[in-house]
């Protein structure tokens, strides 16, 4: 089996790049970064490097930094290394997440009806789930996701040990790669690395 080293900027995206990469019938290696955008995109290079002999999975959120993926890779990594799949999450992976509605609601506790919209559109994905726990049924998840009041949080105390619980056990990549373009790419990317040679 591949064994692929990891990157990301924050702790919601390493549950969800491992989980892509078992999908994708290769084995987790080394997972580096967790500190944030700047500090990752600042060390780009040297990973880009080190991808020229062994293979290497990034993922980074769009945010708002650019108009389109292909305009921010242009950006940050014009000339990737043959063993760099280098992936950009529109415009965070919680869309990616969201894009499995169905299970999606189920674990959130809503309606379906409140995941009726096309997440690689949405501007700030993190906010709108956010907003859709909101409204659970089940307290555990408004406590856990939700920010408290007055508490200057953005989410809740347990916004990531809840969304890696998801990712493990509820998220199907496959059926979200339907409802997200980036999401698809970046399984049609990571395929290409399960013939990988030095």
Known sequence: MIRVNVLVEGS???????????????????????????????RLSNYNQAAQYAPWFIVVDLDMDSQCPSQALSKWLPVPSKGMRFRIAVRAVEAWLMADKENMAQFLGVSSSRLEHNFDLDPNPKETLVKIARHSRHRSIRDDIVARPMSGARVGPLYVPQLTRFVNELWRPDTASI??????????ALATLAEWEA
């Open 12 to 42: 919601t995206d390493e549950p969800v790049a491992k989980r892509l990469l078992k999908h994708s019938g290769l084995e987790v290696g080394t997972v580096y970064g967790r500190n944030g955008k700047p500090d990752l995109l600042r």
């Open 179 to 188: 409802e997200s373009e980036s999401l698809r790419r970046c399984l049609q």
